[in-house]
């Protein structure tokens, strides 16, 4: 497999990109590292659905707005209590604060949001306003 030249090549991203390419499934792209939380979002035609993974954050940490169409999620996942003296041996987990902020395709208000935590996996619900739903427009015979 022949690789880019760097003089062709100006970015290095792009580079890498192909390098990686012929590792197959084992290199894909995905969310970058350390964007947390990652979140699943889908839509349908009266709302949009996010998913969240916030494992061992309570429901009173996390803070959630609407504003237009950004929705933001933000909190605080807190580090366990290590007893006095203890020595890590691995330490593999993200905590602080964290904010992430999610373009919605339509402008939202509070008003349309329900908010579920359960298992460590926050559902976000926002319903679409009436006016920006699709219709359907009935075709009348002359």
Known sequence: MLYPSVFRQSDPFALMDSM????GSAYERTAPQGVFPPVNIWQGPEAIAITAELPGVEADAI???VKENVLTLSGERKPPQV?????WHRNERVYGK???AIRLPFNASEENVEARLQNGVLL???GRPEKDRP????IKAA
Do not use: C
């Open 135 to 138: 219709r359907k427009i009935e």
């Open 83 to 87: 007893p006095e003296g203890a020595t």
């Open 98 to 100: 964290f904010a992430r």
């Open 20 to 23: 990686l390419r012929g590792f």
């Open 63 to 65: 803070d959630i707005t």
């Open 124 to 126: 976000v619900v926002v």
